[in-house]
C-alpha cells in the first residue's frame, strides 16, 4: 500500500473514526483504525462491536492499493505532523507502515485485515428501509431528546431512543432514564413521501451521540438505512453503524397527564440562569433544589452545608392553584432549558408529587413540531 494526502484531510477523518476506538476490549484487532487505499478514497474504520465509524477521504493519490490495520496511535501521530501532504506507504509483507512528510519520519506495525468486523457493503442498503433527514432537521430532534437516555447498564431498553414513524410520516422520538421522559413529533414527509409501513426500532444512544456530533445547521442530507436489528446513518463522508437494540420498551403513551394543577409561562433564559445558580448550592447526590409558585411570583431555594439561596422570578402568565412547594434534580430542569429557541417556556404542574410538563411548539415548514418533556419531582423523606 501507498499513497499520499494532506495531514488536515486525513486529521478530520481521524478526529471522528477514533471515537469508535474502545478503550478496553480482550479483541486487540479493534482496538486498531482500519486503513485503505483504493481508487484514490481513503477508507477509515474503528469498531467497538456497539458502533462503526466509517470516514472516506477523497484528498488521497493512491499509487498502489492496500488495507492494514494500524494502532490508534495514528490519530496521535498525525496531528504532529506539519500541514501538508504525508506519505504512507507500507514494506514487501504489508505489515509495517512507514509514514513521513517535512524530514519527519514514523513507523508502525500494523496488522492485517481478515478479521477486522466489517459493515453490511453500501450495495446492499437499496434492499433496506430507508430515511432522509436535513442535517438541521435531525440535529433539532436528538438534541432535545439525548439527554434523557439512561447511562445505566442494568436498564438496556433505556439506553436507546426510541424512534417510530407513522404513514403520515409524522417522526415520534422518545427517550427515558426512568426519571423523565422526553418526547419529541415532527413530520418528515418533504424528503420521505413514499408510503411505508409503520416503523418502530430502539436506536442506542450511543450510536446517535456519535451521529450529533457532527451534525451542523445545513439542509444536506443525512441518509438513514434500517434493517431488523441494524441501522446505518449517512452523511457527508462519514458512516455510522450500530445494532439495534431489542425492543422491549414500555408503553408510555398514557405518561403525560390530560389536565394540569398549574401553568405558568416564564422567560426561558432567566428561568435558565436563575436554576444555574441554585445549582451552586443544590443538596445531595440529586442536586435538590425547590420551586414555589405564588400569586405570580416564581420562588427558587436552594442549599446544602455550605450554605443556601433564594431567588425570585416574575412570571409572564400563570394559571391555576399556587404550589406550596415542590423538588426536583435541578439538572434536570436545566436540560431541557438548554435547547429551547423560543424567549419563553411554559411548564405544567400536577401538585408537590405529580409529574411536571415542559411544553415546546415550533412552526415549520412541514407544519407545527410537538414537544414534551416530563420529570418526576423528588420525595422528601424528612
Known sequence: ???????????????????????????QIIKGIYVEAKNDILTLVANNLEISITAKCEEAEVIEEGALVLPDRLVDIVRQ?????????????????EITGEGVDFFLHGTGTEEFPAIADESLWNQW????????????????????????????SFKGVLL?????????????????????????GS?????RQPLRMLVPGKTLAEVLKILDDSDTEVECYYKENEIIFK???????GRLLEDSYPDFSNAFPNKY??????????LEETLGRAALLARGHNLMLSLSIIGNILQVKSGSEIGSMTEVLNLEKKEGDDLEEIFFNSR??????????????????????????????????NGRDLYRYLVLPIKRED
Not at 191 to 195: A, V
Not at 261 to 270: A, C, E, G, P, W
Open 332 to 365: 434536570f430542569l436545566l436540560d431541557p432549558l438548554r435547547i429551547f429557541e423560543d424567549t419563553f417556556i411554559e411548564i405544567e404542574f400536577n401538585g408537590p408529587f405529580g409529574p411536571c410538563i415542559f411544553n415546546y411548539h415550533q412552526e415549520t415548514e
Open 1 to 27: 500500500m501507498h499513497f499520499f494526502v494532506r495531514q488536515d484531510a486525513l486529521q478530520e477523518c481521524l478526529n471522528i473514526v477514533q471515537n469508535a476506538v474502545p478503550a478496553q476490549t480482550p479483541f
Open 164 to 188: 417510530e414513524v407513522d404513514e403520515t410520516q409524522n417522526l415520534f422520538c422518545m427517550a427515558s432514564d426512568t426519571y423523565r421522559l422526553a418526547h419529541q413529533q415532527k413530520n418528515i
Open 129 to 156: 428501509g430507508k430515511l432522509v433527514f436535513s442535517a438541521h432537521e435531525l440535529k433539532s430532534v436528538l438534541k432535545k431528546v439525548l439527554f434523557a437516555v439512561s447511562t445505566d447498564d442494568k436498564r438496556p
Open 191 to 195: 424528503k420521505n413521501d413514499e408510503k
Open 235 to 241: 452523511y457527508k463522508q462519514f458512516i455510522f453503524s
Open 81 to 97: 505532523f506539519p500541514l501538508e501532504k504525508i506519505e504512507f506507504k507500507t514494506d514487501e509483507e504489508g505489515r509495517r507502515a
Open 261 to 270: 394543577h398549574t401553568k405558568i409561562v416564564v422567560n426561558n433564559s432567566l
